[in-house]
């Protein structure tokens, strides 16, 4: 299943306890180490976006970067090397309008409640994220593509009725 509904990291065990055995693996099977599985798991298409080396997945940091920029905390050319096609346009247009600007006591900032992703091909993630502000919840929704560079843009960008 490619679909996640938590921003949480789970923490994951470091190795098995030594009473338990794989029984799944032959005996001739060589044990698995570090190296070998951060490897097969940074490669395959079905684990999630995050890098090998503890950095934090880009649908992460492109949620936090759209939310700044929707709710009026910085720039809209601030997102212009992250994005790819129509999506600059689409993301100037959504943030004239503010739909993620706060309306009412000043201090409280919409934050990301939560976050979900679709593999939606090789080098290519839908994303959606709730935003909330207060006790308001919104949804955002943006399409992630990995470029030949190997750096991720967003290449479309949606939120919920104002």
Same mark, same amino acid.
């Given at each position: 299943?490619?679909?996640?509904?938590?921003?949480?990291?789970?923490?994951?065990?470091?190795?098995?306890?030594?009473? +338990?055995?794989?029984?799944?693996?032959? #005996?001739?099977? &060589?044990?698995?180490?570090?190296? !070998?599985? %951060? @490897?097969? *798991? /940074?490669?395959?298409?079905?684990?999630?976006?995050?890098?090998?080396?503890?950095?934090?997945?880009?649908?992460?940091?492109?949620?936090? +970067?759209?939310?700044?920029?929707?709710? #009026?905390?910085? &720039?809209?050319?601030?997102?212009? !090397?992250? %994005? @790819?096609? *129509? /999506?600059?346009?689409?993301?100037?247009?959504?943030?004239?309008?503010?739909?993620?600007?706060?309306?009412?006591?000043?201090?409280?900032?919409?934050?990301?409640?939560?976050?979900?992703?679709?593999?939606?091909?090789?080098?290519?993630?839908?994303?959606? @994220?709730?935003? /909330?502000?207060?006790?308001?919840?919104?949804?955002?929704?943006?399409?992630?593509?990995?470029?030949?560079?190997?750096?991720?843009?967003?290449?479309?960008?949606?939120?919920?009725?104002?």
């Amino acid at each position: 299943m490619n679909k996640v509904m938590s921003r949480t990291v789970q923490p994951r065990p470091r190795h098995r306890p030594p009473t +338990r055995r794989d029984t799944r693996r032959p #005996g001739g099977a &060589p044990p698995r180490t570090a190296a !070998r599985t %951060t @490897a097969v *798991r /940074a490669h395959s298409p079905r684990t999630t976006p995050q890098a090998a080396a503890g950095q934090p997945r880009p649908t992460d940091l492109f949620a936090d +970067r759209l939310l700044a920029v929707l709710s #009026g905390q910085r &720039p809209v050319h601030w997102m212009l !090397r992250h %994005t @790819a096609g *129509r /999506a600059y346009d689409d993301l100037a247009r959504l943030a004239e309008r503010g739909p993620l600007r706060t309306r009412g006591p000043r201090g409280i900032r919409p934050v990301v409640q939560d976050i979900g992703y679709y593999v939606a091909g090789e080098g290519a993630l839908e994303v959606f @994220a709730r935003v /909330a502000t207060g006790d308001r919840l919104r949804a955002m929704a943006f399409r992630l593509e990995r470029g030949e560079d190997l750096r991720w843009r967003c290449t479309a960008v949606e939120t919920g009725p104002v």
